[in-house]
């Protein structure tokens, strides 16, 4: 019965450990968006004017890619078009920008190479994959061919710099969220009962946790001893190099699993 509970409660970390990474990829890929766009559309107007026009010219319905699709789904579903600059437009572009960064965001630690080239490799893949190979073979994007080089650049600039800032974002988040897990953990085994223990030493004790922590003896470099707790002896390791006062976690074993 015990093992079982242990593997459900394992079960449930791992579904609430993949959802709290899919939220932060969804929130790095807002971010990361957002400079996407930047650098987009400082690049598009820096364009000369005759690439500019022959790219509006061959767009399917003379849209962007996003307002494609919001067109065609609102068409499918038997409403009139959406014209450009529609919010159902602006809806799919950020959509198709967390979307697959909140992938990322679940399988940059569970998936060798996702990470790889601090977000390059996940730039450029989504580069290809949406806008060389999807875009074009559904109808929301004019053949590759037919477009001049310059949408080429800025498209894969503009998706170079998205990676990169989803990884920053990302490696922020979980640098900041684990240090926050750490002082709570620490904050919760620093508040368990104190037990006084032989040889007049005072720790504490982690609530449903099989550890003790016990303060460094004042002007000792180190020291190891047996401490009883429950009847059962574990000993306490040196505490070599540690601040004075700091405390030490100490596991024990006991078998009555108190």
């Known amino acids: 019965m015990s093992n079982r509970n242990t593997s459900d409660d394992r079960s449930r970390e791992a579904q609430s450990s993949v959802a709290a990474d899919l939220l932060k990829g969804a929130a790095a890929g807002a971010v990361a968006t957002w400079a996407l766009d930047r650098v987009d559309w400082f690049m598009y107007n820096r364009e000369p004017e005759a690439s500019r026009r022959q790219t509006w010219a061959v767009r399917p319905e003379h849209k962007d890619t996003a307002h494609v699709m919001a067109s065609k789904a609102s068409q499918a579903l038997g409403d009139e078009p959406i014209p450009e600059g529609h919010v159902a437009g602006s809806a799919v572009h950020w959509a198709l920008g967390f979307g697959p960064a909140a992938l990322?965001?679940?399988?940059?630690?569970?998936?060798?190479?996702?990470?790889?080239?601090?977000?390059?490799?996940?730039?450029?893949?989504?580069?290809?994959?949406?806008?060389?190979v999807a875009n074009p073979a559904f109808g929301f994007a004019a053949p590759p061919q037919r477009y001049p080089w310059q949408p080429y650049a800025r498209g894969l600039m503009a998706h170079l710099v998205y990676g990169v800032v989803n990884d920053l974002v990302l490696s922020g988040l979980n640098t900041l969220l684990s240090a926050r897990k750490l002082d709570s953990r620490q904050s919760a085994l620093l508040t368990g009962p104190v037990i006084r223990l032989s040889g007049h030493r005072t720790c504490r004790?982690?609530?449903?946790?099989?550890?003790?922590?016990?303060?460094?003896?004042?002007?000792?470099?180190?020291?190891?001893?047996?401490?009883?707790?429950?009847?059962?002896?574990?000993?306490?390791?040196?505490?070599?190099?540690?601040?004075?006062?700091?405390?030490?976690?100490?596991?024990?074993?006991?078998?009555?699993?108190?």
């Open 104 to 132: 990322c965001g679940a399988m940059r630690d569970r998936v060798p190479g996702v990470g790889a080239g601090r977000g390059l490799a996940f730039g450029f893949t989504i580069f290809v994959l949406e806008d060389e």
């Open 205 to 258: 004790r982690r609530l449903n946790r099989r550890q003790l922590q016990c303060p460094r003896r004042p002007g000792a470099s180190g020291w190891k001893r047996n401490v009883k707790y429950g009847g059962f002896a574990s000993s306490v390791p040196p505490l070599r190099g540690a601040a004075r006062g700091s405390w030490s976690a100490v596991t024990y074993k006991n078998p009555s699993g108190a």
